[in-house]
């Protein structure tokens, strides 16, 4: 009897201490994906072709992982940043990790946002863009697709055509439009210059779903054939 005793009293404990591990384990993982419940979500686009690498530094140390920083034209996503607190510096990747600018963006608890670099670095045009990714839901069955014109050369703006209907006239380099509604469906998203008749991008199978919010950006420069040459991509924002 006493063993029984004995071996249902450590199997409590064992349970216990389960349980134990199991909480701290859970506040772990939720500490290090939203650091003092800010729930911030940010990312860096990169579009910058003469642009190292770059890392973003908060508080002095670095956001993203070393060893991943952020280079051109490759996504990382959203992540959770570790503080409000300001310069955001964003530094060259390269082993002398000069501070190349930095930014006193006000975020708020709760928000998406991203930093589209573009521009060149060697004439000194590199250049931000700042976005704020969130917004009122769309109505039932639609969403909502904005646009972003991160090119260089497309000063005088661009017109984007969804199945062959307007979109978005006359954006301008560096300009954000609103977000727009859309039925849900797929659409082929097309981008001219404004004025022009002449496609620079065709993205043919673009899925708009219920309640989800899209960035539409473009970037490269149009007078480049190379991997730099103009482009566009979509980013979903929600």
């Excluded at 608890?109 to 045009?125: E, M, P, R, V, W």
């Excluded at 055509?161 to 380099?173: C, E, H």
């Amino acid at each position: 009897m006493n063993n029984h005793k004995a071996n249902i009293s450590n199997l409590s404990l064992f349970i216990a201490g389960v349980l134990l591990t199991m909480m701290i384990t859970s506040c772990g993982k939720q500490s290090s994906n939203s650091p003092l419940g800010l729930n911030i979500q940010y990312q860096v686009l990169n579009l910058s072709p003469d642009l190292f690498p770059v890392n973003l530094f908060v508080n002095a140390q670095s956001v993203n992982a070393i060893t991943n920083p952020f280079v051109y034209n490759i996504n990382h996503g959203y992540f959770y940043v570790p503080a409000i607190d300001t310069p955001y510096q964003f530094r060259t990747a390269l082993s002398s990790g000069a501070t190349l600018f930095s930014r006193d963006d006000i975020l708020k608890s709760g928000l998406k946002y991203t930093l589209f670099i573009t521009g060149a670095n060697n004439d000194h045009s590199l250049t931000q863009i700042f976005t704020i990714d969130t917004s009122a839901a769309p109505a039932i069955g639609r969403g909502k697709l904005r646009f972003v014109n991160a090119s260089p050369t497309a000063a005088a703006g661009l017109d984007v055509t969804a199945n062959g209907t307007p979109a978005f006239s006359k954006v301008p380099y560096k300009t954000i439009s609103k977000y727009i509604e859309l039925p849900i469906g797929n659409y082929d998203l097309q981008i001219k210059a404004t004025g022009s008749t002449n496609i620079l991008k065709d993205l043919p199978t673009v899925t708009i779903q219920d309640g989800r919010l899209y960035t539409l950006y473009s970037y490269g420069y149009t007078t480049r054939i190379d991997s730099a040459a103009f482009s566009a991509a979509v980013l979903t924002n929600k």
